[in-house]
């Protein structure tokens, strides 16, 4: 058998922080989940989204520590529109999250932005231009 791709991990800081913001992006996670130290949430075709507190992680990896800098992990979600690029990305910013790259028309024929989630892990959205 050959490995596959099931989930992806994050460790958040403050659970429902990051599951308050990942909501806002269309993910669906129960309210209840707010108060858990390990939540995960199954997408369309089968692949997790897992989180973890802090505290889970060091639970059965003592020495990890929260990683500095950022950068190296991120997750993209795709928009049906440069138009919904634009309003998510404003949605987000008025909710109080941190933009990372303004919407923009990249050179590669996609409306993209980038904000940060709770916990800094950069998070891609983008839509074809027409």
């Known amino acids: 058998m050959t490995p596959r791709l099931d989930a992806i991990g994050?460790?958040?800081?403050?659970?429902a922080a990051s599951l308050a913001f990942y909501r806002r992006l269309g993910l669906d996670v129960p309210a209840e989940a707010d108060d858990q130290p390990h939540v995960e949430c199954t997408l369309p075709g089968g692949t997790r989204v897992l989180w973890d507190t802090e505290d889970t992680?060091?639970?059965?990896?003592?020495d990890w520590t929260r990683p500095a800098g950022g950068g190296r992990t991120g997750?993209?979600?795709a928009?049906?529109?440069?138009?919904?690029?634009?309003?998510?990305?404003?949605?987000?910013?008025s909710a109080g999250y941190d933009g990372h790259l303004k919407p923009w028309d990249a050179f590669w024929g996609q409306r993209y932005a980038v904000v940060h989630d709770p916990d800094g892990v950069e998070v891609s959205l983008f839509a074809a231009l027409a």
């Open 10 to 15: 994050l460790v958040a800081a403050d659970m």
């Open 57 to 62: 992680v060091r639970s059965f990896d003592p």
């Open 75 to 77: 997750l993209a979600f």
């Open 79 to 93: 928009c049906d529109s440069p138009a919904e690029v634009d309003a998510t990305y404003e949605a987000l910013m």
